[in-house]
Nanobody
């Protein structure tokens, strides 16, 4: 079993920055992918970014390219999401997720096996 705990959300003004963290615990942690998704009220869960755990290669959703950066610390079993130039449309509940299947990349939430509880990001204009 794997537990994922997000932190770092909050209220920020347009153009500001936040850094989210996702710490994993439980079984020997070696996922194929770690991902961040977000869900705004009344909308479907949206893929934000994923990172290959071993190689560190990252893949970004179009809406966040150039503004968000994902990184990971394998020794700490932690993944980070640095969010810059935040916009009101970035307001959402942000979830981290771990995929243990044989994926090089997947954007589909159903392919991820474990999820955190989410951390709220609110961008005020």
């Amino acid at each position: 079993q794997v537990q994922l705990v997000e932190s770092g959300g909050g209220l920020v003004q347009v153009g500001g920055s936040l850094r989210l963290s996702c710490a994993a615990s439980g079984r020997t942690f070696s996922p194929s992918l770690m991902g961040w998704f977000r869900q705004a009220p009344g909308k479907e869960r949206e893929f934000v970014v994923a990172i290959r755990w071993n190689s560190g290669n990252a893949y970004y959703g179009d809406s966040v390219k150039g503004r968000f950066t994902i990184s990971r610390d394998n020794a700490k079993n932690t993944v980070y999401l640095q969010m810059n130039s935040l916009k009101p449309e970035d307001t959402a509940l942000y979830y981290c997720a771990a995929a243990f299947g044989a994926y090089s990349l997947t954007y589909f939430a159903n392919d991820y096996d474990y999820w955190g509880q989410g951390t709220q990001v609110t961008v005020s204009s």
